[in-house]
């Protein structure tokens, strides 16, 4: 069955500290992967999508950058955290239509 | 550009209340559509989805969506909600151009009252 980790849940960082979240999908192959952000009160924003390995579009310019080295694995780091950087991060995947979501990760930068 | 318009931001019901949720789209052409939900402390799940054929959509939890191409819509709704229905509930378009994206509507807050 398809499954995606994402990791990891939480993460309080310090201000100029870096940053990597990994997201993996398990049981498909050359999925489309998506970094989101959920911030407070606010919809989903696009981040960075991908739809193949080292293929990356970045939707909104910003202090965050995304790579996929392998087929299933999509990461978003970050070399000097913002303040503003803090929310919440949902991967995603897709074939052929719907996405599906990874738990997400909630970033506090102090 | 396509967007996606949810016009309620927050609504509040009683138990056993109607619910209709509007989702508006701008796109003229082929769409696929989706409703999401997301309950407190929980990730995000797929309710509902209409890709063709009948549009009046059967989901998960006694919901439905009907879409109503005429109108640009794709409305949520539950005869009788309950308190778990309580969560945030988002619409997205997958548009034939979108370049392999979704997009979203901002998201409706559901409070139910018990």
């Known amino acids: 069955s398809q499954t995606i980790h994402q990791w990891p849940a939480t993460l309080v960082q310090p201000v100029g500290s870096p940053l990597s979240l990994e997201c993996t999908v398990e049981g498909t192959s050359n999925p489309n992967l998506y970094w989101y952000r959920q911030a407070a009160g606010r919809g989903l924003q696009l981040l960075f999508y991908s739809v193949g390995i080292g293929q990356i579009s970045s939707e909104v310019p910003q202090n965050l950058s995304a790579s996929r080295p392998q087929d299933r694995q999509f990461i978003l780091s970050s070399k000097k955290l913002l303040l503003s950087d803090s929310g919440f991060y949902l991967c995603?995947?897709?074939?052929?239509?719907?996405?599906?979501f990874g738990s997400g990760t909630r970033l506090t930068v102090v | 550009a396509q967007s996606v318009s949810q016009h309620n931001h927050h609504v509040i019901l009683s138990e056993a209340a109607s619910l209709e949720l509007g989702c508006n789209y701008s796109y003229g052409g082929t769409v696929n559509l989706f409703w999401y939900v997301q309950y407190p402390g929980q990730h995000l799940q797929l309710l509902l989805k209409?890709?063709?054929?009948d549009p009046l959509v059967k989901g998960i939890k006694g919901f439905e969506a009907e879409f109503i191409k005429s109108k640009f819509s794709f409305n949520l709704r539950k005869p009788s909600v309950q308190w778990s229905d309580t969560a945030e509930y988002f619409c997205a378009v997958f548009a034939s151009d979108s370049n392999y994206q979704l997009i979203w509507g901002a998201g409706t807050k559901l409070i139910i009252k018990p």
């Open positions: 209409y890709f063709s054929g």
């Open positions: 995603a995947w897709s074939v052929g239509g719907g996405y599906t």
